[in-house]
């Protein structure tokens, strides 16, 4: 039985007139019908989220934390049922999917206590008789546009910061990825968190549009392509804040004073979790001469022991793909890559006998040239390029050479190298001997192309906060 998926705007769910079939990437079975919601749709959220601002806005942080907590007991209650949703509907493997379950219940619970630490100054006048107050406060209404690769955790750290700040929010997921963020709507139902603080939004391409395009937002918040974060930029109808994480072609940079069996390890870890679609996922790597050949070896050998399957089956390391179209898109990095003169160490291509699920064979190409697409684009997909460099200098430089700033990666057992790399990589986040670029108590967000604005940590919520100067004059020395 095909379930039927509703809105969820000013605390109850509504259908909507038009709908689409969401198909499981996995065997493209019909999972869900889907409300394919327009103008009138994003009107009634926004108008839900403004009525309930004016009350929102002035209660108490502990309160606010208090609901927080408990939505967040509430996904964990719930966590079976979330991560089944996200493997049928984008492909990631149950565990991964379980992995994003647990942390988004911890990033409800990291915003309920960053709620109560919203704090002010008193600043000095030059004058007596004054007393000047910076106090801050929340925004207004937010307007949340949010991907599919990460489609729960990605919904999470919006709205627990802007919640927790003290605002309301209108969430628009990807198309591809509708019901896990309803089972999450379901869990702030059942917590119990007023009507109109947080709405959601569901629908395709004339959906997102209707959001980015609202002059009822105070603030937007936007996950996903370079391409379609230009064009909100470019086209939101007044001036409000935006917070962008946008694509990039992540880098990995190997020295000659690296643990290569370790750097090999992370390698695979960051270049095929979630079968590559990942923002800060490893893209292209640049090896020194001297430790190319084992690195090459190695990251082949384990790079072929990955299993591909079903995302619910046990066993597997690396599922389908989201969408045909990304697939179409990793397959044209691999051709141009050899058609400039690369090699393909494993993999190469789709798993025909798996068809027609979106699933790609784990791709590892090595001599690659700089100007491939594999080493100069985002490939979003179960794919790494591989190339030799010889001096540090010109290993930094490709890999600050291309217009994305999100998240780079170094291996080095040289401090030197260590502290060097860190301050010349020009990205948003660079990890050092691992490959977890973010954690959720400190900033994460990109530069140049990749972004601005941050999300995660204190930084986070104070994305959806604004000053505001309170000078008293009290008359001292008259």
């Known amino acids: 039985m095909t379930t039927t998926l509703q809105n969820y705007i000013g605390g109850a769910w509504t259908p909507a007139t038009d709908t689409f079939a969401a198909r499981d990437p996995a065997d493209q079975r019909l999972i869900a019908e889907v409300p394919d919601s327009g103008l009138p749709e994003v009107d009634a959220a926004v108008t839900a989220a403004r009525e309930a601002f004016g009350t929102w806005r002035k209660v108490n942080p502990t309160v606010r934390a208090g609901y927080l907590h408990a939505i967040g007991n ?34 409800f619970h990291f915003y309920a206590e960053e709620a109560t630490r919203v704090h002010g100054e008193v600043i000095p006048n030059d004058v007596d008789g004054f007393t000047s107050l910076a106090v801050r406060e929340p925004i207004g209404v937010i307007g949340a546009i949010t991907p ?24 628009k997921p990807s198309q591809y990825a509708s019901l896990s963020p309803v ?8 917590a119990g968190l007023p009507a109109g603080v947080a709405n959601l939004v569901l629908g395709g391409g004339k959906t997102g549009p209707a959001v980015a395009g609202h002059r009822g937002f105070d603030k937007l918040a936007f996950t996903g392509s370079t391409a379609t974060g230009d064009r909100i930029a470019q086209g939101v109808p007044r001036a409000i804040p935006l917070t962008m994480e946008l694509g990039g072609t992540c880098p990995m940079i190997v020295t000659d004073k690296a643990d290569v069996t370790a750097a090999v390890a992370g390698a695979t870890r960051r270049g095929f979790r979630n079968a590559g679609q990942i923002c800060i996922a490893i893209n292209r790597i640049y090896v020194h001469d001297s430790v ?15 299993t591909v399957g079903n995302g619910h089956d046990a066993g597997v390391d690396v599922g389908p793909m989201a969408t045909a179209a990304g697939v179409e898109v990793v397959e044209r990095h691999v051709n141009d890559a050899v058609a400039r003169g690369a090699r393909v160490t494993t993999g190469g291509g789709r798993v025909a006998e798996l068809a027609p699920g979106n699933y790609f064979q784990p791709t590892v190409v090595v001599d690659c040239a700089p100007e491939s697409l594999l080493m100069s684009e985002e490939t979003f997909g179960p794919v ?11 290993a930094v430089e490709l890999a600050n050479g291309t217009d994305s700033g999100l998240a780079s990666y170094v291996y080095t057992q040289d401090l030197s190298q260590a502290h060097e790399l860190g301050r010349r990589l020009d990205y948003g986040n660079v990890a050092v001997n691992n490959v977890d670029a973010g954690i959720m108590n400190a900033p994460y967000g990109g530069r140049k192309g990749s972004g601005f604005g941050v999300e995660h940590g204190k930084a986070g919520l104070e994305g959806y906060l604004q000053y505001k100067h309170i000078r008293i004059r009290y008359g001292a020395g008259e």
């Open 74 to 107: 509430r996904i964990t209650t719930r966590e079976k049922e979330l991560a089944a949703a996200v493997t049928t509907e984008m492909g990631k493997t149950i565990g991964e999917a379980t992995g994003e379950v647990d942390k988004l219940a911890k990033a």
């Open 148 to 171: 599919w690769n990460y489609p729960l955790e990605l919904i999470g750290w919006k709205l627990c910061a802007a919640v927790a700040a003290g605002c309301t929010i209108v969430v």
């Open 183 to 190: 089972l999450l709507f379901e869990c702030l139902h059942e």
């Open 292 to 306: 190319y050949r084992q690195f090459v070896d190695g990251l082949t050998a384990a790079v072929s022991a990955l």
């Open 384 to 394: 790494v390029g591989v190339m030799p460099y010889t001096d540090l200098d010109t």
